[in-house]
């Protein structure tokens, strides 16, 4: 699993952007794949999870009326649909994989594949 994360950039409080995370080796369809934040100074934190097949998904408190992921396996691809954005969305989002499901899919510390990283950045 070889993932690059893009689509971050500037935007206004209140716009939106879509997220995409691809997988080069094209096995995404095997992992459970998540998005994560890291704001300056702050630790990494859980935005989003969806499963193999998208038709279950996971959302931390701050993002779940806001956020949707989804995922196109033919296209090895996972996406994090981000509306109504706060400044306080500002942060690097980083895609990340793993082979199976649980409960502990908010901690970071389980996930075995990382992309690099896009910056979202909300003005006021």
């Known amino acids: 699993v070889q993932l690059q994360a893009s689509g971050g950039g500037l935007v206004q409080s209140g716009g939106y952007l879509r997220l995409s995370c691809a997988d080069s080796g094209r096995t995404l369809s095997r992992y459970y794949t998540a998005w994560f934040r890291q704001a300056p100074g702050k630790e990494r934190e859980f935005v989003a999870g969806i499963n193999w097949s998208g038709d279950s998904t996971d959302y931390a408190d701050a993002v779940k009326d806001r956020c949707t992921a989804s995922r196109d396996n033919a296209k090895s691809t996972v996406y994090l649909q981000m509306n109504s954005l706060k400044p306080e969305d500002t942060a690097v989002y980083y895609c990340?994989?793993?082979?199976?499901?649980?409960?502990?899919?908010?901690?970071?510390?389980?996930?075995?594949?990382w992309g690099q990283g896009t910056l979202v950045t909300v003005s006021s």
């Open positions: 990340a994989a793993r082979s199976y499901y649980s409960n502990t899919y908010s901690s970071p510390r389980t996930y075995s594949y």
